[in-house]
């Protein structure tokens, strides 16, 4: 499995972020477009939620990865698997047929660019403020990007997106992985009562 080099920054202003892009001459790879994602998990999955697998729509392609966290609070935390496949629903299927769980279905919003060695995405989730993730190939990539972009490298956060809502809303991280419908519309009708449709 390939180790992710990436960090967030929570909390963002948007237009502040996308000039800072600009003056950096950073490309922009993909406007905002609505991600669409299924999370699956083995059957048992633990507080931590260290091992699951994805099967996204991107807009303009499709991925099935698997992900395995191994440590928290690290920018080399977590290790990837991903494949780019045809069928959202066949992907599942195959998930399903290797005996994974269905424990969430989510949606966000992704604008992504690149700027030096790093892939910089703005991401909008249900019932979060837009934050940044910078990718890299390394971590002295990651700090380059981030400094030049103005964030203090060690105001970052590591890790997956249940890590955000868990600080955010004072819940532990189970409480995401297993909130079956996790939209927009959703969140907009119900806030963050949304989390408690997939607790037992």
């Not at 395995?68 to 045809?86: F, G, L, Q, T, W």
């Not at 190939?137 to 249940?162: H, K, M, P, T, W």
Request: with cysteine; hydrophobic share 40%.
């Amino acid at each position: 499995m390939n180790t992710e080099f990436e960090i967030k920054f929570l909390d963002i202003a948007e237009d502040l972020v996308k000039n800072q892009l600009k003056e950096q001459k950073a490309r922009q790879l993909k406007p905002k477009t609505l991600m669409k994602r299924q999370v699956f998990h083995p059957n048992k999955i633990d507080e931590a939620g260290d091992t699951w697998a994805r099967v996204r729509d991107e807009g303009d392609k499709i991925t099935m990865s698997v992900k395995h966290a191994v440590e928290s609070n690290r920018i080399d935390c977590v290790k990837e698997a991903e494949v780019v496949v045809n069928s959202f629903a066949q992907a599942c299927d195959l998930l399903l047929g290797l005996g994974l769980n269905p424990s969430s279905y989510q949606e966000n919003y992704r604008e992504t660019w690149a700027l030096g060695r790093c892939e910089v995405t703005i991401d909008t989730w249900p019932g979060l403020n837009p934050f940044v993730e910078i990718e890299g190939e390394d971590e002295n990539s990651v700090r380059q990007v981030s400094e030049a972009l103005g964030f203090a490298y060690e105001d970052g956060v590591f890790g997956s997106i249940d890590i955000i809502y868990a600080k955010k809303y004072a819940i532990p991280r189970k409480f995401i992985t297993t909130a079956k419908r996790l939209t927009f519309e959703g969140f907009a009708l119900q806030g963050e009562k949304i989390f408690q449709f997939g607790l037992p």
